[in-house]
C-alpha cells in the first residue's frame, strides 16, 4: 500500500506548556502511537507505565508509555503515546485514527473520514 504520513500535534493532559508537532508515519499495523522520548519530555508527558509490544520485524521491545491529547486533520482525541527512542520515526497507531472515525482507503492510498463512527 504504500506509506502515508500526517501532521499530528501532542500536547500533554495537563495544563498545556506548548506541544510537539510533526509529520507521524501512519502505522495501520501498530495499535499506540509513538514520538520520541524527548520530544515527549519537552512537553511534559510523563510515563505512567510500560508494556511490552512486537516491533514490524517481529522482535520484542518494552517501552513507557504516557497519555497525550492527539491532534491530527482537525480532529482531538487522546490516548497512550509511546516513548520510543530519539531517532524514532513519530508513529500514529490505528486506535487514534478510529477514536476519531478516520480510515485509511488503502486503493487510493489516503485518510478518508467515516460518515459516522460506529458505536456496535
Not at 500500500?1 to 507521524?24: Q, S, W
Not at 499506540?32 to 515527549?40: G, I, K, N, Q, V
Amino acid at each position: 500500500m504504500g506509506f502515508m504520513h500526517v501532521t499530528v500535534r501532542l500536547r500533554t493532559l495537563a495544563p498545556a506548556n506548548g506541544g510537539y508537532e510533526a509529520d507521524f508515519l501512519v502505522d495501520t499495523g501498530g495499535t499506540d502511537s509513538l514520538a520520541p522520548r524527548t520530544e515527549l519530555q519537552k512537553i511534559g508527558i510523563q510515563p505512567v507505565d510500560k508494556t511490552v509490544y512486537e516491533l514490524a520485524d517481529g522482535s520484542i521491545e518494552e517501552y513507557e508509555y504516557g497519555l497525550a491529547e492527539i491532534s491530527f486533520m482537525g480532529e482531538v482525541t487522546a490516548g497512550r503515546i509511546i516513548f520510543g527512542p530519539d531517532e524514532a520515526e513519530p508513529l500514529l497507531g490505528v486506535t487514534a485514527l478510529e477514536s476519531v472515525g478516520i480510515t485509511i482507503d488503502p486503493a487510493n492510498r489516503t485518510l478518508k473520514r467515516l460518515p459516522a463512527i460506529p458505536l456496535k
